[in-house]
Every structure is written in C-alpha cells, then in structure tokens.
C-alpha cells in the first residue's frame, strides 16, 4: 500500500503525522519524543485552520479519517482561488531524503 493510501487510512492525527514523518521526510531521529511532538503541532494545525470559513466541521470518523478532514474542511481548499504562477521557489525541506521522486 503507497503512502497516499496509508494517509487514506489513518484514523488519528498520531498515525498520520508519524507515516508523513517516517515515510516521506524519513529524518535521523524518529524517536517517540519527536512523533508525540510532531503530532501536537499537527493537531494545533489542524484546529487552526479547520472549518473558519463557516461550514460544517468534519470530525475524524471510520469514514472520514484525519487526511480527509485537513485536506477538505479547511480554508486554505474551501477559499482557493485562481492565481497567477510567478515562478519556481526551491528549497530545502531539511529531511535527510535522497529520493528525488518523492516530491516530484
């Protein structure tokens, strides 16, 4: 199963940032420590930015798992609009990844 998937699956905020952790950036340390923290950042993220524009929150659910929810409910998808591409920005994500062709 791809990662997409994994993410498609995941039922808790904890599983989904630890796959995207473990992964995708794949750094040197994983250790408990750093998963809980990253988990809380996530969780902070989510309840930032989820549902502001006044619909219907999703709750993570069997059928609504966490991705879903961050992916769909926020303002950043619900208030996209059309913009002009000015160009390219390059940088490092600052994870020890030597796979181009996870971010391509």
Known sequence: MNLVDRLNSARSIFNASTLILTDFENPANKSTSVK????????????????????????????????????????????????????????????NNPNLKRYV
């Open 36 to 95: 809980n923290y990253r988990s809380k950042l996530s969780g902070e993220f989510y309840n930032k930015f989820k549902n502001t524009t006044g619909g219907t929150t999703k709750k993570y659910t069997d059928k609504t798992p966490p991705i879903e929810c961050i992916m769909t409910d926020s303002t950043c998808y619900k208030g996209t609009t059309t913009m002009d591409i000015l160009g390219v920005l390059w940088h490092s994500t600052g994870a």
